[in-house]
């Protein structure tokens, strides 16, 4: 995620292109750029775990969304799904809070 959140900042040509094709505006680069880093580094400190997965899980459904608009063919909207998924579930099973907040897993 901090890669991708630097090659937005630096405006790599391949970040440009993508966020041409997926219909975004390149103005839109630094803020995406920002918002993903904040995130991350919301999400690696232990005592603003819970704001990062918030924020990343709603950057990654965005970018589901916006995936699924564009109807790039396949399923590219699926990576960004599994990825959220993914850091949810990894913290639910690092993390006790967590797992006390949620009903089921009692």
Do not use: Q, W
């Not at 396949?74 to 967590?98: C, M, S, T, W």
């Amino acid at each position: 995620m901090a890669f991708d959140a630097t090659m937005k900042l630096i405006k790599n040509p391949h970040a440009v292109d993508g966020t041409k094709e997926m219909g975004l505006p390149e103005s839109s680069l630094l803020f995406l750029g920002i918002y993903l880093l904040l995130s991350t580094i919301l999400y690696i400190y232990p005592k603003t775990v819970m704001a990062g997965i918030l924020f990343l899980s709603a950057y990654l459904g965005a970018a589901a969304g916006i995936m699924f608009r564009t109807d790039a063919g396949g399923h590219p909207y699926l990576f960004p799904i599994v990825f959220a998924v993914l850091i949810v579930l990894a913290e639910f099973l690092r993390n006790g809070k967590i797992r006390d907040m949620v009903p089921f897993a009692k």
